[in-house]
């Protein structure tokens, strides 16, 4: 059947009575398909083609922009995989990840800690960017060329970029961690009724400056976020200067002295001072100091008046030998014949005190010669034998005080050590470091295995000199000894006179000297747990 449009052309070819127009001719006679031209069909076939590669690009254009809108596949930032993710899901991947709390373990305490803390802060937007710049490298069209092959780029490696405050963390380890955890140590504390000490418990401290470094790293890291923290075990300290004096007044009370005892330790390393005299148990003020009889312990300031007189750089002489007796067994003698022909014939003994003011010890003083009969070549009025309040009866010929002979041992050790201090400033040119050496190696010869070196362990090294005095009567009334004391635990001075106006039994007062002394050391070198 033909259409109505068809009916009306073959009515008009009808009435125009002929087949010879085109549109009459295609009416009566259409072509078949194989009639139509080739041209034809492969325009439209090119047309289509076109038409299905327009499709075609724009599709993967609108893929690509979508692969775009996403970070690169195999992107990481800061170690944390963001490939395939938005701008924002990426954002909130790193903050998820790096503000999870950090774990740090003090000991067997887990102490969760907020990277807000420490006010660490995350910068996204230049990892971003960073990210963007990586791939911009290619260019859009590149990237679209390589995107329609399945050719990608190495993906970007972005660091962490990120800060946080060292000051903040540093403070919240100090007043949060240690303040808490922190075990301060005891030092050891004195025994009652003995010259013991009970061993003092080590303690446990935070290495805030080792944390801190070990923190960091576990806040810039995604994975590695527990921080085993670095503790450091501290030794006891020694008790306090003021436990000593304490123990040392107890010890004398204990063993029942009831004379005067004067006491003076000082400590090498750090200066601190003990000095304190006792009458009969009791504390007596000093300043002014107390006098006693020097007794041998005057031949230190005579030793020190030879070295200042003697080339001590030149091989010994006869001058050592007599050193040597005068030291090591205390020979009067000896001491004698080193004033008469190495300081002054006639005043020996009061150029050897003139010494002693010129280095500010008003109290000690040698007012005439050893030997039996010596006159007395002037009297010596001090601060510490014009008390009123208490007295050692002190002998006029030699007297000096706990302190000042502590004093002159602590220059003699001074000089020794460095080269300088009061005896090099007082006698410039005159007194050498080498001579000092002699002086400490003469008084550590001083071997008797009584008094200080009865109040340490067997080789110690105690530089002293000892000295005692027998009254009228016969019996011992004075003991004293002063040295220098050299230990593991640290180098002292200890000087200690003890002073009864009855009788001074050997046996008890050596006794007592000596565990006074093993006091002393026993808070140097205190027990080990």
């Not at 903040?168 to 961690?177: G, Q």
């Not at 200066?271 to 009889?293: C, H, L, R």
């Not at 003469?442 to 000199?465: D, M, Q, Y």
Request: hydrophobic share 40%; aromatic share 8%; with cysteine.
């Amino acid at each position: 059947m033909l259409s109505a449009g068809r009916k009306f052309l073959s009515r008009r070819c009808a009435e125009a009575a002929t087949t010879h127009s085109q549109e009459c001719a295609f009416l009566m006679f259409p072509a078949s398909p194989r009639a139509r031209s080739p041209l034809s069909a492969m325009r439209l076939l090119s047309t289509l083609a076109l038409l299905g590669a327009v499709g075609l690009l724009a599709f993967q254009l609108v893929r690509y922009s979508r692969f775009r809108a996403l970070l690169p596949p195999g992107t990481t930032m800061g170690g944390v995989p963001v490939g395939g993710l938005t701008r924002q899901q990426a954002a909130e991947r790193l903050t998820e990840v790096f503000n999870r709390p950090i774990e740090l373990r003090y000991g067997e305490a887990r102490i969760q800690v907020p990277p807000a803390v420490t006010g660490f802060q995350l910068d996204i937007d230049t990892m971003l960017a960073a990210v963007e710049q990586a791939r911009g490298r290619s260019g859009f069209w590149r990237g679209f060329w390589d995107f329609l092959w399945g050719r990608w780029p190495p993906p970007p490696k972005v660091p962490l970029v990120a800060h946080y405050s060292e000051t903040r963390l540093r403070s919240y380890l100090k007043s949060e961690i240690a303040a808490r955890y922190d075990q301060p140590p005891l030092p050891p504390q004195p025994v009652v009724g003995t010259v013991n000490f009970k061993p003092g418990q080590p303690g446990l401290t935070l290495d805030i400056d080792s944390a801190v470094p070990m923190i960091e790293r576990a806040l810039f890291s995604p994975a590695e976020r527990v921080v085993d923290l670095p503790l450091r075990r501290v030794a006891p300290p020694r008790p306090s200067f003021q436990n000593l004096r304490v123990l040392l007044q107890q010890t004398a009370r204990v063993e029942g002295f009831d004379g005067v005892m004067g006491l003076y330790l000082l400590d090498l390393q750090t200066g601190e001072e003990i000095y304190f005299v006792t009458a009969n148990g009791k504390e007596v003020p000093v300043p002014p100091d107390v006098s006693f009889t020097a007794a041998s312990t005057i031949k230190i300031p005579v030793m020190v008046s030879v070295f200042r007189r003697i080339d001590g750089t030149k091989p010994p002489g006869e001058e050592a030998r007599w050193l040597k007796e005068m030291i090591d067994k205390s020979g009067n003698d000896p001491a004698d014949w080193l004033m008469e022909n190495v300081i002054n014939r006639e005043r020996g003994p009061l150029e050897v005190t003139k010494d002693m003011r010129t280095l500010g010890l008003e109290n000690t003083f040698l007012a005439g010669y050893f030997h039996k009969g010596a006159p007395l070549l002037a009297v010596f009025r001090t601060p510490g034998n014009q008390r009123t309040d208490i007295s050692t009866d002190p002998d006029p010929y030699n007297q000096t005080t706990p302190a000042e002979m502590g004093t002159l041992l602590a220059d003699i050790y001074q000089c020794a050590e460095t080269g300088g201090g009061a005896l090099v400033a007082a006698f410039p040119g005159e007194i050498t470091q080498t001579e000092c050496n002699r002086m400490i190696d003469l008084l550590a010869n001083n071997k008797i295995g009584v008094l200080l070196e009865a109040s340490v362990p067997e080789g110690t090294r105690v530089a002293h000199k000892h000295g005692w005095v027998s009254g009228p009567d016969g019996a011992i009334h004075l003991i004293s000894d002063a040295g220098i004391v050299y230990t593991p635990g640290g180098n002292y001075i200890l000087s200690i006179y003890l002073y009864r106006k009855k009788v001074l039994l050997w046996n008890y007062g050596s006794k007592l000297l000596a565990d006074l002394g093993e006091a002393v050391y026993n808070y140097f070198n205190p027990p080990q747990k």
